[in-house]
């Protein structure tokens, strides 16, 4: 069983800066891609980032050039640092895990991010 942990939301000015982290502990075996989702009031889950086992990482078009995705091995922690953050990036951040043996997202209990204007 895998867990994931969540942590750094909180409230920031726009423009500003904030770094979540999510530590994954248990049976990792089979983790593949890590990354993040988010979503907005009244808005369907998102797709931020993903960062896979070698370290190869992708956005979303609306945070490129704001948001950046690290991962630690030695850790087993994924990063997500948020750059000149927007009121519309407020919403919960979701950390997800690929279990690639039974293909399904392993998700942590999301950490709110606000951000104002």
């Known amino acids: 069983q895998v867990h994931l942990v969540e942590s750094g939301g909180g409230l920031v000015q726009a423009g500003g800066s904030l770094r979540l982290s999510c530590a994954a502990s248990?049976?990792?075996?089979?983790?593949?891609?890590m990354g993040w989702y988010r979503q907005a009031p009244e808005k369907e889950r998102e797709w931020v980032a993903s960062v896979t086992g070698d370290e190869t990482s992708d956005t979303a078009d609306s945070v490129k050039g704001r948001f950046i995705i690290s991962r630690d091995g030695a850790k087993n922690t994924v990063y997500l640092q948020m750059n000149s953050v927007k009121p519309e990036d407020t919403a919960v951040y979701y950390c997800?895990?690929?279990?690639?043996?039974?293909?399904?997202?392993?998700w942590g209990q999301g950490t709110q991010v606000t951000v104002s204007a």
């Open positions: 997800y895990a690929r279990e690639s043996r039974l293909q399904i997202n392993i």
């Open positions: 248990g049976r990792l075996l089979n983790i593949a891609d």
